[in-house]
C-alpha cells in the first residue's frame, strides 16, 4: 500500500490502478464537513418546511391523550396497543423529515465519491497499536489539520451566531412574557434564520475541508519509480519474459515461411542482400508473397530454392520495393503487377524452353 512505503520516494502520481485499487479497499478522498453540511442542511430544509406539520402531528393526539387518561387501562395488553398507537402517530409525523435527513447523509457521501463496499476497514490492524503511529496520529497533519478546522468552525459559527441572534436580544428577553404558542412561532423563525446563516458558513468550512482531504487522499496515492515497474510488470506482463516469446514467436514464423518457400514459383533476389519469393497458379488474382529476407536469410531461401529447381531471377529495384511493401501471405501490391508479370513470364518461358530442349 501507499501509505506503508517511504513518503519520500513517493514522487509519481498514481495509475489508474492504484486508484482502483484504494476505492476498492475503501481509501477514499471524504471530508466529514460535507456529511455535516449536508445532514445540517437537510435538517434546515426539515425545520422551514416541516415543522408546522410535525407540531400538529403530535399536538393533537397528545392533547387528546391527556384528555382521555381517565379512560386509559393499565392492563399490560390495553398499554401495548396504545404503545403501538403512539408509535405510528410519531412515525407519521416525523417519518418524512428522517426520510429527508436520511438521504441528506446519503447524498453527502455520493457526491464524493461512489458507493463503496469494503471490509478493510473492519480488519485488525497492528499497526495502529504502535505508540509511534499513535503519536503520529495525536501530533500529525492530519491532527494539526482537524485541531485548526474544529477551532475556525468555533470562530465562525460564533461569529454567525453573534451576528444573528445579538440583534435580537431585546426581543429575546421580551419572549417570557408571551403566549406559548405565540412564543413558538417566534422561536420557529428565529431558528430558521440562524440555522440558515450556520448552513452558508459551513459551505465554506465544508468546500475547504474536502479540497484538503482530498489532497491528502492523492498524496497518500503517491507511487515510488518502483512500485511503477512492479505495477507494469504485472499488468504487461515482464519485458524479459514478453522478449522470449516474441522471439519463439519469431523462430516458429521463419520455420513456417522457409517450409513454403519450395512452394514458390519464382525467387526475386538482390544478390547481395534481399530475397522476396512469390507464388502464382493460374487463375489468382495476383502473386502472393510466400517468403521474404535479408542478408542470411535471403541466402538461405535461396539455397532451398537451388535445392527445388525453384527459378531465381536477379532484380536488384523489385527486390527491394517487394520486400519493403509486402508482407508474408499477402498479394503484391498493383503498381507492381507489370514488374512481377514479365518475371513470371520470363519464368514460364524459360520452362518452356527447358521442357522443349529436353524433349
Not at 43 to 51: A, D, K, P, R
Not at 265 to 272: E, F, G, L, M
Request: proline share 4%; net charge positive.
Amino acid at each position: 500500500m501507499a501509505e506503508d512505503n517511504d513518503p519520500e520516494s513517493q514522487t509519481e502520481d498514481p495509475t489508474q490502478k492504484r486508484l482502483d485499487e484504494a476505492l476498492e479497499r475503501g481509501d477514499v478522498a471524504k471530508s466529514q464537513e460535507i456529511n455535516t453540511w449536508f445532514v445540517i442542511a437537510g435538517g434546515t430544509l426539515v425545520v422551514s418546511s416541516f415543522s408546522g406539520s410535525i407540531g400538529g402531528g403530535l399536538v393533537t393526539p397528545m392533547r387528546n391523550l391527556l384528555a382521555n387518561s381517565w379512560m386509559i387501562k393499565t392492563d399490560g395488553r390495553s398499554l401495548l396497543a396504545l404503545m403501538q398507537q403512539l408509535e405510528l402517530v410519531v412515525l407519521a409525523a416525523v417519518g418524512v423529515p428522517l426520510l429527508m435527513l436520511a438521504l441528506a447523509a446519503i447524498a453527502g457521501n455520493m457526491l464524493q465519491h461512489r458507493l463503496v463496499w469494503s471490509a478493510e476497514s473492519l480488519k485488525p490492524k497492528f499497526s495502529k497499536l504502535s505508540p509511534a503511529a499513535g503519536f503520529k496520529r495525536i501530533f500529525g497533519k492530519q491532527a494539526a489539520a482537524n485541531f485548526l478546522k474544529g477551532l475556525g468552525k468555533l470562530i465562525a459559527l460564533g461569529a454567525v451566531m453573534t451576528m444573528i441572534l445579538w440583534p435580537e436580544r431585546h426581543r429575546m428577553e421580551a419572549m417570557v412574557k408571551l403566549d406559548p404558542s405565540a412564543m413558538l412561532g417566534a422561536t420557529t423563525s428565529m431558528t430558521i434564520h440562524l440555522l440558515g446563516a450556520v448552513v452558508a458558513a459551513l459551505a465554506i468550512v465544508a468546500i475547504a475541508d474536502y479540497f484538503f482531504q482530498y489532497r491528502s487522499w492523492f498524496q497518500r496515492q503517491k507511487m515510488s519509480l518502483q512500485e511503477i515497474k512492479e505495477e507494469f510488470k504485472q499488468s504487461e506482463g515482464d519485458p524479459h519474459i514478453k522478449g522470449k516469446i516474441r522471439q519463439l514467436r519469431q523462430q516458429r514464423a521463419k520455420k513456417r515461411m522457409m517450409a513454403a518457400v519450395p512452394k514458390a514459383s519464382v525467387i526475386i533476389t538482390n544478390p547481395t542482400h534481399y530475397s522476396v519469393a512469390l507464388s502464382y497458379e493460374r487463375g489468382m488474382s495476383a502473386p502472393i508473397c510466400v517468403a521474404k529476407g535479408v542478408d542470411n536469410l535471403a541466402f538461405k531461401i535461396r539455397e532451398i530454392a537451388r535445392e527445388h529447381d525453384i527459378p531465381i531471377v536477379e532484380n536488384v529495384p523489385l527486390a527491394r520495393s517487394l520486400y519493403a511493401t509486402v508482407e508474408i501471405d499477402q498479394e503484391i501490391p498493383v503498381e507492381y503487377y507489370h514488374a512481377v508479370a514479365e518475371v513470371i513470364g520470363y519464368v514460364v518461358r524459360l520452362k518452356r524452353g527447358f521442357g522443349a530442349g529436353r524433349g
